[in-house]
């Protein structure tokens, strides 16, 4: 079967979907509830023959997202070959339609294709497979029969002439058939021997001669030399496909066929057309190369080769192209690339000088101020000048720049001139900076003093006066006159020297020890400046409470120095607080050292309300106090719960289950040691959920299981405690306390518990889990009774029960085989046995101690 690439494609993706194992199925890939949903298919008809057409139609929908795509696919009965289609939403008939086409393309075997599955994908990505496994898909099967699948059959090609000058046409003639259903298109395509150029021919039919007949006019763009049949490729009316490669053009194909015999020559005495570039060219931007045929070697810039038609050259540079055609016609063209405007050195555009230029051109024809400028001529002449240069691509370049060699003048300050009175500096052009800040012409200078006065004009000639005014004593900074320092300090001052509490002291020196100094700094002029300071870096010290520290007591904060806060409020040393409270004590000196305190008194115990009835079921215990409170819950000294209240106050206390009228006592205590008052809660009796009429003992054991659904009793309201219990009841009562599923366990292997008997499944999960084996005989019995014996060995296994005591029933020896069954069961006390002091292991074990038994093991208050 031969199949287009789109064909292959599709056919590869079904196949696939083939090989896998296929069932109906959903894949979801969000957390959308509603899913697609298939409803119906129906074909327009199921009996086809090549060229027909029918409609496929799908009835599906999505409450969520809406459907994206729908996807049907059949299935070659006899093969893997498969076929699918998309089909597209039809807003008239709201359904999903398709025209499905029988050709040699498409279902291209004749026979039963099989519906396979129906594939439909929402917007979210959710999708839903349906296939044959879940839905009857016959009436939507196709028989396919009478579809002509063989391709159309070349008998010859023939040319008019197989030498053509340019401007002439070369005609070809192809004798093709099909006895399906005829010929439909025919083309031949050719490429040149250099394999750079191709054409393709369609051609028409001739009804004179029957047979296929095309031309191609030979034009200039044609290239000479010989050119190869590379394909022939013909259609028949129902798609069928010939390819025939040549092998000359697809020597590796071992099912290309010989087409030498169609091949033609293009005589060309003309020389090959270059565009882009022509002789002596000069260029300053990239080319791009065209020519008509022969091949093109390029020369230059360090380059050389063949190159290839519409070839761009952009690098800079000389270059020589040659093309010469199959013919031997050449054409030769030398040209260059100069995309660099001339360039100037020693001046640039903008510039201005303050001394004679030489300027340097690297190329083309230069002019000064309007007059040709020969390269490396000085310009000494003051003023602004023009030069401008253009090479043979025309690339330009041009500048402005001015010569300037007479520095400022200033007046109204003398070199090193020391005023004591303001002074006013003028200068007669450029630009001035004062101190490095810019400076005007004929501004008075008041501020004390070393002063720098920079002129310069726009060429950089440069005047500098230096000069002085002083009126001022020394500057100090780093320290204040009368302040106080909590950290080291740095002193500095402008001028002069300076003594420190008597010392020798230098500017930027740092001082860290705590104490009181004096500085004194003098200029050349006597000018004293004097400060006095202190560094102090102790803060306060508190004492009478610590850092957030609870108390349930009153409190008395005493500190050493400065002034305090207390949460904001003025405080003074010393005074007792007595108030409950949040509290957050400051105390700052006069160096700013600073020292704080958090606090809380809390003298209040806290109260319990809002506890719930607790009854002989109970396994809570639940109430309201301070949030945060550490909660107890006693019975009588024994500790039964420790919890933590949340911020809300609530309590739960999980408990084992107590006995009815016993005493529990409920504290709590908050996180500064106040103690509740405690709450007694008396446990009261719970209200049975099923009452039996037949029970004289045991009701609360009875009542125990009944509440925890391992036991319902008889539909008649009865318990019947007195009657042996049945094997499959004892059975049924372990496995409903373990909770455990007893759907899908193994086969146990016993004659009489057959698939579909009662109690099968719970039987077959007992011995999965080991704790019943069945009798000797290979039976189990399930409505048989249960010794005691039997009884202690089966709740030993089911709870894994172990331990041992100094007890021996006068009934039970050594020997006898439950022995260490039931000195277990006593161990763990869930057994006393009777009053005479013996077990009785091989009495019938009745309802109503069966479920003692159980009762005791589960809860120790039995």
Same mark, same amino acid.
């Given at each position: 079967?031969?199949?287009?690439?789109?064909?292959?494609?599709?056919?590869?993706?079904?196949?696939?979907?083939?090989?896998?194992?296929?069932?109906?199925?959903?894949?979801?890939?969000?957390?959308?509830?509603?899913?697609?949903?298939?409803?119906?298919?129906?074909?327009?008809?199921?009996?086809?023959?090549?060229?027909?057409?029918?409609?496929?139609?799908?009835?599906?929908?999505?409450?969520?997202?809406?459907?994206?795509?729908?996807?049907?696919?059949?299935?070659?009965?006899?093969?893997?070959?498969?076929?699918?289609?998309?089909?597209?939403?039809?807003?008239?008939?709201?359904?999903?339609?398709?025209?499905?086409?029988?050709?040699?393309?498409?279902?291209?075997?004749?026979?039963?294709?099989?519906?396979?599955?129906?594939?439909?994908?929402?917007?979210?990505?959710? @999708?839903?497979?349906?296939?044959?496994?879940?839905?009857?898909?016959?009436?939507?099967?196709?028989?396919?029969?009478?579809?002509?699948?063989?391709?159309?059959?070349?008998?010859?090609?023939?040319?008019?002439?197989?030498?053509? =000058? /340019?401007?002439?046409?070369?005609?070809?003639?192809?004798?093709?058939?099909?006895?399906?259903?005829?010929?439909?298109?025919?083309?031949?395509?050719?490429?040149?021997?250099?394999?750079?150029?191709?054409?393709?021919?369609?051609?028409?039919?001739?009804?004179?001669?029957?047979?296929?007949?095309?031309?191609?006019?030979?034009?200039?763009?044609?290239?000479?030399?010989?050119?190869?049949?590379?394909?022939?490729?013909?259609?028949?009316?129902?798609?069928?496909?010939?390819?025939?490669?040549?092998?000359?053009?697809?020597?590796?194909?071992?099912?290309?066929?010989?087409?030498?015999?169609?091949?033609?020559?293009?005589?060309?005495?003309?020389?090959?057309?270059?565009?882009?570039?022509?002789?002596?060219?000069?260029?300053?931007?990239?080319?791009?190369?065209?020519?008509?045929?022969?091949?093109?070697?390029?020369?230059?810039?360090?380059?050389?080769?063949?190159?290839?038609?519409?070839?761009?050259?952009?690098?800079?540079?000389?270059?020589?192209?040659?093309?010469?055609?199959?013919?031997?016609?050449?054409?030769?063209?030398?040209?260059?690339?100069?995309?660099?405007?001339?360039?100037?050195?020693?001046?640039?555009?903008?510039?201005?000088?303050?001394?004679?230029?030489?300027?340097?051109?690297?190329?083309?024809?230069?002019?000064?101020?309007?007059?040709?400028?020969?390269?490396?001529?000085?310009?000494?002449?003051?003023?602004?000048?023009?030069?401008?240069?253009?090479?043979?691509?025309?690339?330009?370049?041009?500048?402005?720049?001015?010569?300037?060699?007479?520095?400022?003048?200033?007046?109204?300050?003398?070199?090193?001139?020391?005023?004591?009175?303001?002074?006013?500096?003028?200068?007669?052009?450029?630009?001035?900076?004062?101190?490095?800040?810019?400076?005007? @012409?004929?501004?008075?200078?008041?501020?004390?003093?070393?002063?720098?006065?920079?002129?310069?004009?726009?060429?950089?000639?440069?005047?500098?006066?230096?000069?002085?005014?002083?009126? /001022?004593?020394?500057?100090?900074?780093?320290?204040?006159?009368?302040?106080?320092?909590?950290?080291?300090?740095?002193?500095?001052?402008?001028?002069?020297?300076?003594?420190?509490?008597?010392?020798?002291?230098?500017?930027?020196?740092?001082?860290?020890?705590?104490?009181?100094?004096?500085?004194?700094?003098?200029?050349?002029?006597?000018?004293? /400046?004097?400060?006095?300071?202190?560094?102090?870096?102790?803060?306060?010290?508190?004492?009478?409470?610590?850092?957030?520290?609870?108390?349930?007591?009153?409190? /008395?904060?005493?500190?050493?120095?400065?002034?305090?806060?207390?949460?904001?409020? =003025?405080?003074?040393?010393?005074?007792?607080?007595?108030?409950?409270?949040?509290?957050?004590?400051?105390?700052?000196?006069?160096?700013?050292?600073? @020292?704080?305190?958090?606090? @809380?008194?809390?003298?209040?115990?806290?109260?319990?309300?809002?506890?719930?009835?607790?009854?002989?079921?109970?396994?809570?215990?639940?109430?309201?106090?301070?949030?945060?409170?550490?909660?107890?819950?006693?019975?009588?000294?024994?500790?039964?719960?420790?919890?933590?209240?949340?911020?809300?106050?609530?309590?739960?206390?999980?408990?084992?289950?107590?006995?009815?009228?016993?005493?529990?006592?409920?504290?709590?205590?908050?996180?500064?040691?106040?103690?509740?008052?405690?709450?007694?809660?008396?446990?009261?009796?719970?209200?049975?959920?099923?009452?039996?009429?037949?029970?004289?003992?045991?009701?609360?054991?009875?009542?125990?299981?009944?509440?925890?659904?391992?036991?319902?009793?008889?539909?008649?309201?009865?318990?019947?405690?007195?009657?042996?219990?049945?094997?499959?009841?004892?059975?049924?009562?372990?496995?409903?306390?373990?909770?455990?599923?007893?759907?899908?366990?193994?086969?146990?292997?016993?004659?009489?518990?057959?698939?579909?008997?009662?109690?099968?499944?719970?039987?077959?999960?007992?011995?999965?889990?080991?704790?019943?084996?069945?009798?000797?005989?290979?039976?189990?019995?399930?409505?048989?009774?249960?010794?005691?014996?039997?009884?202690?060995?089966?709740?030993?296994?089911?709870?894994?029960?172990?331990?041992?005591?100094?007890?021996?029933?006068?009934?039970?020896?050594?020997?006898?085989?439950?022995?260490?069954?039931?000195?277990?069961?006593?161990?763990?006390?869930?057994?006393?046995?009777?009053?005479?002091?013996?077990?009785?292991?091989?009495?019938?074990?009745?309802?109503?101690?069966?479920?003692?038994?159980?009762?005791?093991?589960?809860?120790?208050?039995?």
């Amino acid at each position: 079967m031969i199949r287009t690439g789109q064909q292959a494609a599709m056919y590869i993706l079904v196949l696939m979907l083939i090989i896998a194992p296929l069932h109906s199925q959903e894949v979801m890939a969000s957390e959308e509830m509603a899913k697609p949903v298939f409803k119906s298919i129906e074909v327009e008809k199921n009996q086809l023959t090549g060229g027909d057409k029918v409609n496929i139609s799908v009835q599906a929908s999505d409450e969520g997202s809406g459907i994206q795509s729908v996807l049907v696919v059949y299935k070659y009965s006899r093969t893997m070959d498969a076929e699918g289609i998309q089909l597209e939403f039809n807003e008239s008939t709201e359904n999903f339609e398709g025209i499905l086409e029988i050709s040699g393309r498409s279902f291209n075997l004749n026979g039963d294709w099989n519906l396979f599955y129906i594939e439909i994908t929402d917007n979210d990505g959710n @999708s839903l497979r349906v296939d044959r496994s879940s839905d009857d898909f016959s009436h939507a099967d196709l028989s396919i029969s009478g579809n002509d699948l063989q391709p159309p059959v070349l008998h010859r090609i023939e040319l008019e002439d197989k030498e053509i =000058e /340019t401007g002439g046409t070369l005609r070809v003639t192809i004798e093709a058939v099909d006895s399906g259903s005829g010929v439909g298109e025919v083309r031949i395509k050719y490429i040149n021997e250099d394999r750079i150029n191709e054409e393709e021919i369609t051609l028409t039919f001739d009804e004179n001669s029957g047979n296929y007949k095309g031309f191609l006019s030979i034009d200039e763009s044609i290239a000479g030399g010989q050119w190869l049949v590379d394909r022939v490729t013909i259609y028949d009316q129902n798609q069928n496909v010939l390819y025939l490669d040549s092998k000359e053009t697809q020597p590796y194909d071992p099912r290309a066929v010989d087409l030498s015999y169609a091949n033609f020559r293009v005589i060309d005495s003309a020389p090959p057309i270059v565009k882009g570039v022509v002789q002596d060219g000069f260029y300053n931007k990239e080319v791009e190369i065209e020519f008509n045929e022969g091949t093109a070697y390029l020369e230059g810039n360090s380059q050389g080769g063949r190159i290839w038609n519409h070839k761009v050259v952009s690098d800079e540079g000389s270059y020589t192209l040659e093309v010469t055609d199959d013919a031997g016609n050449k054409t030769i063209i030398n040209f260059t690339i100069d995309m660099s405007p001339p360039s100037f050195s020693e001046v640039y555009s903008g510039g201005i000088y303050n001394q004679n230029v030489t300027p340097e051109f690297n190329e083309g024809t230069a002019y000064l101020n309007g007059e040709q400028f020969e390269n490396g001529t000085v310009i000494s002449e003051e003023g602004q000048h023009h030069l401008y240069a253009v090479d043979k691509a025309g690339n330009e370049t041009e500048l402005e720049f001015a010569i300037d060699k007479t520095a400022p003048i200033v007046d109204g300050v003398e070199p090193d001139g020391i005023y004591f009175t303001n002074v006013i500096p003028t200068f007669n052009e450029g630009t001035a900076e004062l101190d490095g800040k810019p400076f005007t @012409s004929g501004t008075t200078v008041v501020k004390e003093g070393r002063h720098i006065l920079n002129v310069h004009d726009e060429a950089w000639n440069y005047t500098t006066v230096v000069f002085t005014i002083d009126r /001022t004593s020394p500057s100090i900074w780093g320290v204040k006159d009368g302040a106080f320092y909590n950290q080291a300090v740095t002193i500095n001052f402008d001028e002069g020297t300076a003594r420190l509490n008597g010392e020798n002291f230098a500017s930027g020196e740092d001082i860290s020890e705590e104490g009181t100094y004096v500085l004194l700094v003098t200029d050349q002029a006597g000018n004293e /400046t004097r400060v006095s300071f202190t560094i102090d870096m102790s803060a306060p010290q508190i004492d009478g409470v610590d850092e957030n520290a609870l108390y349930n007591k009153n409190v /008395t904060p005493i500190f050493n120095e400065g002034s305090a806060a207390l949460n904001g409020i =003025e405080f003074v040393s010393g005074k007792e607080i007595k108030e409950d409270g949040n509290y957050h004590l400051v105390v700052t000196d006069a160096s700013g050292n600073m @020292s704080e305190i958090y606090f @809380s008194i809390d003298k209040t115990a806290p109260e319990i309300t809002a506890v719930e009835t607790v009854t002989d079921k109970s396994e809570l215990v639940t109430g309201i106090t301070e949030p945060g409170a550490v909660v107890e819950v006693k019975n009588g000294s024994v500790l039964l719960n420790t919890v933590t209240a949340d911020e809300q106050g609530n309590f739960a206390a999980k408990i084992k289950v107590q006995k009815q009228q016993s005493i529990l006592i409920v504290t709590a205590a908050d996180n500064a040691g106040n103690i509740s008052t405690p709450e007694n809660i008396t446990v009261k009796q719970s209200e049975p959920s099923i009452q039996f009429d037949d029970l004289i003992r045991y009701q609360d054991e009875i009542y125990f299981l009944t509440g925890k659904s391992i036991i319902t009793g008889y539909p008649d309201g009865t318990f019947r405690p007195e009657e042996p219990i049945k094997r499959i009841q004892a059975v049924k009562m372990i496995l409903r306390e373990m909770g455990v599923e007893t759907s899908g366990s193994p086969d146990p292997g016993l004659t009489d518990m057959q698939p579909g008997a009662y109690g099968y499944e719970d039987v077959s999960t007992a011995v999965k889990l080991g704790f019943i084996s069945g009798k000797d005989n290979g039976t189990f019995d399930p409505f048989g009774t249960l010794t005691r014996g039997q009884m202690a060995k089966i709740l030993v296994k089911a709870y894994h029960l172990n331990g041992s005591i100094e007890k021996d029933f006068k009934d039970v020896g050594k020997e006898q085989w439950a022995y260490e069954f039931i000195n277990t069961l006593a161990a763990n006390n869930i057994t006393t046995g009777y009053d005479d002091n013996t077990f009785r292991p091989n009495h019938q074990i009745s309802r109503q101690h069966f479920s003692v038994f159980m009762a005791r093991y589960l809860d120790d208050q039995f």
